[in-house]
C-alpha cells in the first residue's frame, strides 16, 4: 500500500477543496479532516518502519522515509491537526469582531494545508535538490498567512520574512549546487543522481573542500529559515504578526522542518569529513542563538514575541544538542523536538486568545489578572510555560537535563555551563513575565466579551499529548527516535 | 565532441558570463527602475545563450535545451513584463538617493569581484566549461546582496533577489555540465515564478497600505 503519496496528497487535496466552499465553518472541518487522516498515516508509517529495510521508498525512489522523515512527519501532522482544531473557532471571532475578511479567512484556509504538505514534502523527497524547493514552497505559502491581517505592521512583518528567507533559500541553493557538484565523477558522461541515499553510499568520494564550501552556505541559508542567530531577524516579527494558529505553525514545526534539512547536510558531511567540522560549526550557531534570545526574553513587552525569542532559544539548544555530537545528547535533541512542537502551539492559542479579548499584545497594557477573565486559557498557558521553561513534570525538563547531563559527561563543561546560565535567564524571563499578566487582580475594564472555552479542545489536546508522552514513550516511538538518532550520530545503520 | 567545438563552447560561454557580470555592474549604478528591468531582461538572455550553447555541442543533454527554454520564457519576457506593468501603473519609475552613490558602489563591486575570484580560486580545476564562471557566480551573488542593501524600492530588491537567482543557475551551469536533473530545475523555476508574483503582490499591498513603496518605511516592529 502506498504511504507517502496519500500523505502528501491528502492536505493538498484538502486545500484544494477549501477554494470551492464558502462556508468557513465546512472550510475549518475540512482541514481539521485532512490533519487527522495524515495523523493516522503517519502513525502507519511509523509502524512500517519498525521491521527492515527500516525505511520506506515510493515512486521510483523520488520518495524516502527513513526513522528522522517519520519522527518529523508526526511532529508536521500533529501540530497541523492541533492549530486548525483551533484556527476555526478563532477565525469566526475574527469574523464576528470583524478583524477580517471572510476572503482573508479562505485564504488561511487555503493556504495552510499547502504550507502543510510543502513540509511533508521536505521530510519526504529522496533528492536535495527537491528538498529545497519545498522549503522555498513553504516559505512563500507562509508569508501570505504572515500578511494576513494586512495591517502596516503584519506587511512589514512579512517583507522581512519574504526577502531574508529568499536570500537564505538563495544561499541554500549555492550549498546545494555545490554537493551536488561534489559527487560528480569527472569522466562519467551520465548524469548522476541527487539523491539522498546515492550521495550518502558515496560520501567517502565526495570532493571534501566542495563539500565544505557547501555545508557552509547551506547552515547560513537553512540556518536564517531555522531563525538561527545572527540571521533571526525576521523570526519575532513574523511570529508575532501572523495570526495565532500560523504562529503555532512556524514556531512548532516549520523551524524544524528547516533545521531537518540541515541536519541532512550535517549527516552528509559528518560521514564525507567527520563530525567536528559540521558539529563545531552547529555548536556554535546555536549556543549564540540561545545567549542572544535569554536577554531579549528577560526584556520583552510584547506577549508573542516573547514566545518567539523562546523559540530562538529552543532551537539554538536542539542546534547544540547535535552539535555535541555523543549519542545522549542527539538523543535528548530529538526529544526535545517533539516535546517543544506540542508545547509552544499551546503558548500561542493562549495568546490568541488573549490577543482578541484585550485587542493587544503588549504586556503593560493586558495588565495583571488575566486568570480571573479567561481562567481555562490561563491554565493551559500557565502549564505550557512551567514546561517551555523546563519545569518537571514535562518532558522538556528530561529532555533539556539528558543534553547537559550529555554535555558535561562528553567534557564540555564550558558548553554546558553557558547553556544552563542562558536557560536559566529564559526561565527567569518568562516566568516573571507571564506571572505578571496572569495573576493578580484585573484592573482593566474590557468590552470585549471574554469567551472562556475558546480554543480549549486544541490545548487541550496538546497539553494532555505532551503529559501523556513525557511519563510514556510507546516503544514503536522510542524504536524510531533511536534510529532516528543513530543516523544523525552517523551510525552507519542499513 | 572534438577539442575545437568544446574549446569554442568554452569560450562562448566565459565570453557570456563576463558580460552577465558586466550587466550586474551596470545595474548597480543605474538609477531607473525601467532600465534596470530591462538589464535583468539581458542577463537572463545571456544565461538562456550558456545553457542553450551546453544544450548544442553535447550530444546528451537534450535536457538543457529546456532550462535555456524555461529561462526564455520566463526571466527574459515573463518577469520582466510582468515588473514593468507594475512599475508604470505605480507610476514611480526613479529610484531616490540609494544608501551608497554610485562612485563607491562602483569601487565595493569592484572588491566583491575580487573577493569572489579569490573564493573561487581552488575551485578552478573543478570547472567543466568556460573559464572563471564559478568566480562571476559567486560576484553576482554578493553584488545582488548588496544591491539588495543599497536599494530602498520594493521593485529593485525583487530584482537584486532575481540577479542572485541567475548565479546560482550559472554556478549550476559551470560546476555540473548539465546542470541539475530536470526536476529539480523545472522546481526551482517555478519557484521563482510564484515568488515573483507573491512579492508583487506584497508591494502592491504595501503601497495601498504605506502609500509608497520605500521599504525603508517598514521599520516599526523592533526589539
Same mark, same amino acid.
Request: hydrophobic letters at 55%; proline letters at 4%.
Given at each position: 500500500?502506498?504511504?507517502?503519496?496519500?500523505?502528501?496528497?491528502?492536505?493538498?487535496?484538502?486545500?484544494?477543496?477549501?477554494?470551492?466552499?464558502?462556508?468557513?465553518?465546512?472550510?475549518?472541518?475540512?482541514?481539521?479532516? &485532512?490533519?487527522?487522516?495524515?495523523?493516522?498515516?503517519?502513525?502507519?508509517?511509523?509502524?512500517?518502519?519498525?521491521?527492515?529495510?527500516?525505511?520506506?521508498?515510493?515512486?521510483?525512489?523520488?520518495?524516502?522515509?527513513?526513522?528522522?522523515?517519520?519522527?518529523?512527519?508526526?511532529?508536521?501532522?500533529?501540530?497541523?491537526?492541533?492549530?486548525?482544531?483551533?484556527?476555526?473557532?478563532?477565525?469566526?471571532?475574527?469574523?464576528?469582531?470583524?478583524?477580517?475578511?471572510?476572503?482573508?479567512?479562505?485564504?488561511?484556509?487555503?493556504?495552510?494545508?499547502?504550507?502543510?504538505?510543502?513540509?511533508?514534502?521536505?521530510?519526504?523527497?529522496?533528492?536535495?535538490?527537491?528538498?529545497?524547493?519545498?522549503?522555498?514552497?513553504?516559505?512563500?505559502?507562509?508569508?501570505?498567512?504572515?500578511?494576513?491581517?494586512?495591517?502596516?505592521?503584519?506587511?512589514?512583518?512579512?517583507?522581512?520574512?519574504?526577502?531574508?528567507?529568499?536570500?537564505?533559500?538563495?544561499?541554500?541553493?549555492?550549498?546545494?549546487?555545490?554537493?551536488?557538484?561534489?559527487?560528480?565523477?569527472?569522466?562519467?558522461?551520465?548524469?548522476?543522481?541527487?539523491?539522498?541515499?546515492?550521495?550518502?553510499?558515496?560520501?567517502?568520494?565526495?570532493?571534501?573542500?566542495?563539500?565544505?564550501?557547501?555545508?557552509?552556505?547551506?547552515?547560513?541559508?537553512?540556518?536564517?529559515?531555522?531563525?538561527?542567530?545572527?540571521?533571526?531577524?525576521?523570526?519575532?516579527?513574523?511570529?508575532?504578526?501572523?495570526?495565532?494558529?500560523?504562529?503555532?505553525?512556524?514556531?512548532?514545526?516549520?523551524?524544524?522542518?528547516?533545521?531537518?534539512?540541515?541536519?541532512?547536510?550535517?549527516?552528509?558531511?559528518?560521514?564525507?569529513?567527520?563530525?567536528?567540522?559540521?558539529?563545531?560549526?552547529?555548536?556554535?550557531?546555536?549556543?549564540?542563538?540561545?545567549?542572544?534570545?535569554?536577554?531579549?526574553?528577560?526584556?520583552?513587552?510584547?506577549?508573542?514575541?516573547?514566545?518567539?525569542?523562546?523559540?530562538?532559544?529552543?532551537?539554538?539548544?536542539?542546534?547544540?544538542?547535535?552539535?555535541?555530537?555523543?549519542?545522549?545528547?542527539?538523543?535528548?535533541?530529538?526529544?526535545?523536538?517533539?516535546?517543544?512542537?506540542?508545547?509552544?502551539?499551546?503558548?500561542?492559542?493562549? =495568546?490568541?486568545?488573549?490577543?482578541?479579548?484585550?485587542?493587544?499584545?503588549?504586556?503593560?497594557?493586558?495588565?495583571?489578572?488575566?486568570?480571573?477573565?479567561?481562567?481555562?486559557?490561563?491554565?493551559?498557558?500557565?502549564? &505550557? &510555560?512551567?514546561?517551555?521553561?523546563?519545569?518537571?513534570?514535562?518532558?522538556?525538563?528530561?529532555?533539556?537535563?539528558?543534553?547537559?547531563?550529555?554535555?558535561?559527561?562528553?567534557?564540555?563543561?564550558?558548553?554546558?555551563?553557558?547553556?544552563?546560565?542562558?536557560?536559566?535567564?529564559?526561565?527567569?524571563?518568562?516566568?516573571?513575565?507571564?506571572?505578571?499578566?496572569?495573576?493578580?487582580?484585573?484592573?482593566?475594564?474590557?468590552?470585549?466579551? =471574554?469567551?472562556?472555552?475558546?480554543?480549549?479542545?486544541?490545548?487541550?489536546?496538546?497539553?494532555?499529548?505532551?503529559?501523556?508522552?513525557?511519563?510514556?514513550?510507546?516503544?514503536?516511538?522510542?524504536?524510531?527516535?533511536?534510529?532516528?538518532?543513530?543516523?544523525?550520530?552517523?551510525?552507519?545503520?542499513? | 565532441?572534438?577539442?575545437?567545438?568544446?574549446?569554442?563552447?568554452?569560450?562562448?560561454?566565459?565570453?557570456?558570463?563576463?558580460?552577465?557580470?558586466?550587466?550586474?555592474?551596470?545595474?548597480?549604478?543605474?538609477?531607473?527602475?525601467?532600465?534596470?528591468?530591462?538589464?535583468?531582461?539581458?542577463?537572463?538572455?545571456?544565461?538562456?545563450?550558456?545553457?542553450?550553447?551546453?544544450?548544442?555541442?553535447?550530444?546528451?543533454?537534450?535536457?538543457?535545451?529546456?532550462?535555456?527554454?524555461?529561462?526564455?520564457?520566463?526571466?527574459?519576457?515573463?518577469?520582466?513584463?510582468?515588473?514593468?506593468?507594475?512599475?508604470?501603473?505605480?507610476?514611480?519609475?526613479?529610484?531616490?538617493?540609494?544608501?551608497?552613490?554610485?562612485?563607491?558602489?562602483?569601487?565595493?563591486?569592484?572588491?566583491?569581484?575580487?573577493?569572489?575570484?579569490?573564493?573561487?580560486?581552488?575551485?578552478?580545476?573543478?570547472?567543466?566549461?568556460?573559464?572563471?564562471?564559478?568566480?562571476?557566480?559567486?560576484?553576482?551573488?554578493?553584488?545582488?546582496?548588496?544591491?539588495?542593501?543599497?536599494?530602498?524600492?520594493?521593485?529593485?530588491?525583487?530584482?537584486?533577489?532575481?540577479?542572485?537567482?541567475?548565479?546560482?543557475?550559472?554556478?549550476?551551469?559551470?560546476?555540473?555540465?548539465?546542470?541539475?536533473?530536470?526536476?529539480?530545475?523545472?522546481?526551482?523555476?517555478?519557484?521563482?515564478?510564484?515568488?515573483?508574483?507573491?512579492?508583487?503582490?506584497?508591494?502592491?499591498?504595501?503601497?495601498?497600505?504605506?502609500?509608497?513603496?520605500?521599504?525603508?518605511?517598514?521599520?516599526?516592529?523592533?526589539?
Amino acid at each position: 500500500m502506498m504511504l507517502l503519496v496519500p500523505i502528501l496528497a491528502v492536505p493538498a487535496l484538502a486545500g484544494l477543496c477549501c477554494l470551492l466552499v464558502r462556508s468557513p465553518r465546512v472550510m475549518a472541518c475540512a482541514n481539521v479532516l &485532512a490533519f487527522g487522516v495524515t495523523v493516522a498515516l503517519g502513525v502507519e508509517l511509523l509502524l512500517q518502519v519498525q521491521a527492515p529495510p527500516y525505511v520506506v521508498i515510493e515512486c521510483e525512489e523520488f520518495f524516502r522515509a527513513d526513522a528522522l522523515s517519520v519522527w518529523m512527519v508526526l511532529l508536521i501532522s500533529v501540530v497541523s491537526l492541533g492549530s486548525s482544531l483551533y484556527a476555526g473557532r478563532y477565525f469566526r471571532r475574527d469574523l464576528a469582531a470583524q478583524a477580517v475578511t471572510s476572503g482573508r479567512v479562505k485564504e488561511f484556509f487555503v493556504l495552510t494545508p499547502l504550507f502543510t504538505t510543502g513540509m511533508f514534502l521536505v521530510v519526504l523527497a529522496n533528492s536535495l535538490g527537491v528538498m529545497w524547493f519545498a522549503l522555498e514552497a513553504t516559505a512563500l505559502s507562509s508569508v501570505l498567512l504572515v500578511a494576513l491581517y494586512n495591517r502596516n505592521t503584519s506587511l512589514e512583518a512579512a517583507w522581512k520574512y519574504v526577502i531574508l528567507g529568499s536570500l537564505g533559500l538563495a544561499l541554500a541553493l549555492f550549498g546545494t549546487v555545490f554537493t551536488y557538484a561534489a559527487g560528480i565523477d569527472q569522466k562519467s558522461t551520465v548524469p548522476h543522481s541527487f539523491n539522498w541515499s546515492h550521495l550518502m553510499a558515496m560520501a567517502g568520494q565526495l570532493d571534501p573542500r566542495m563539500i565544505k564550501l557547501a555545508f557552509v552556505f547551506v547552515l547560513v541559508g537553512y540556518g536564517t529559515k531555522a531563525g538561527l542567530a545572527p540571521m533571526h531577524t525576521w523570526l519575532p516579527d513574523a511570529h508575532s504578526e501572523a495570526p495565532s494558529p500560523t504562529s503555532a505553525m512556524l514556531s512548532g514545526v516549520s523551524l524544524k522542518v528547516a533545521l531537518y534539512a540541515l541536519l541532512r547536510f550535517h549527516i552528509l558531511t559528518t560521514a564525507c569529513l567527520g563530525s567536528a567540522f559540521s558539529g563545531t560549526l552547529l555548536l556554535v550557531f546555536g549556543l549564540g542563538s540561545m545567549c542572544l534570545a535569554a536577554p531579549f526574553i528577560l526584556v520583552q513587552t510584547n506577549l508573542k514575541r516573547l514566545l518567539a525569542y523562546s523559540s530562538l532559544e529552543h532551537v539554538g539548544l536542539i542546534c547544540v544538542g547535535v552539535g555535541l555530537n555523543s549519542p545522549v545528547t542527539i538523543w535528548g535533541a530529538l526529544l526535545h523536538m517533539g516535546y517543544h512542537a506540542l508545547t509552544k502551539p499551546v503558548l500561542f492559542f493562549a =495568546a490568541g486568545n488573549i490577543h482578541q479579548t484585550c485587542h493587544t499584545l503588549q504586556m503593560r497594557l493586558i495588565g495583571p489578572g488575566m486568570a480571573k477573565v479567561l481562567p481555562a486559557t490561563a491554565v493551559c498557558m500557565g502549564l &505550557a &510555560a512551567v514546561a517551555a521553561t523546563g519545569l518537571p513534570p514535562f518532558g522538556l525538563f528530561f529532555s533539556e537535563m539528558t543534553i547537559l547531563n550529555g554535555g558535561f559527561a562528553a567534557g564540555h563543561s564550558v558548553v554546558s555551563t553557558i547553556v544552563l546560565l542562558a536557560l536559566l535567564g529564559a526561565f527567569c524571563g518568562i516566568l516573571y513575565q507571564l506571572t505578571r499578566i496572569l495573576l493578580g487582580v484585573p484592573k482593566v475594564i474590557r468590552t470585549t466579551d =471574554a469567551a472562556p472555552l475558546d480554543g480549549v479542545p486544541a490545548m487541550g489536546l496538546m497539553l494532555g499529548a505532551l503529559l501523556v508522552f513525557s511519563v510514556w514513550l510507546p516503544a514503536p516511538l522510542r524504536f524510531v527516535m533511536h534510529r532516528a538518532a543513530g543516523i544523525i550520530g552517523g551510525e552507519s545503520v542499513p | 565532441m572534438n577539442p575545437v567545438q568544446s574549446d569554442l563552447a568554452s569560450q562562448c560561454i566565459t565570453l557570456l558570463a563576463a558580460g552577465m557580470l558586466v550587466i550586474q555592474l551596470l545595474m548597480v549604478v543605474q538609477g531607473m527602475l525601467l532600465t534596470n528591468i530591462r538589464l535583468f531582461a539581458l542577463q537572463s538572455l545571456m544565461l538562456a545563450a550558456i545553457a542553450a550553447i551546453i544544450a548544442f555541442f553535447h550530444n546528451n543533454a537534450t535536457h538543457v535545451y529546456w532550462v535555456a527554454g524555461l529561462t526564455l520564457v520566463g526571466k527574459v519576457f515573463f518577469l520582466p513584463w510582468l515588473l514593468n506593468r507594475q512599475v508604470r501603473r505605480m507610476q514611480i519609475e526613479q529610484e531616490i538617493a540609494p544608501l551608497l552613490n554610485s562612485s563607491a558602489s562602483m569601487l565595493l563591486c569592484g572588491g566583491f569581484t575580487l573577493l569572489g575570484y579569490i573564493v573561487a580560486r581552488p575551485f578552478t580545476s573543478l570547472e567543466r566549461l568556460g573559464n572563471n564562471t564559478l568566480g562571476v557566480a559567486i560576484t553576482l551573488l554578493l553584488t545582488g546582496f548588496f544591491l539588495m542593501f543599497n536599494r530602498r524600492k520594493a521593485i529593485t530588491q525583487v530584482l537584486a533577489l532575481l540577479t542572485v537567482e541567475n548565479g546560482v543557475m550559472l554556478a549550476a551551469v559551470a560546476l555540473t555540465t548539465y546542470g541539475m536533473p530536470l526536476v529539480v530545475e523545472l522546481g526551482i523555476f517555478f519557484d521563482v515564478m510564484v515568488a515573483v508574483m507573491v512579492l508583487g503582490l506584497l508591494v502592491y499591498r504595501i503601497r495601498e497600505t504605506f502609500a509608497s513603496m520605500d521599504v525603508s518605511k517598514l521599520s516599526q516592529l523592533k526589539g
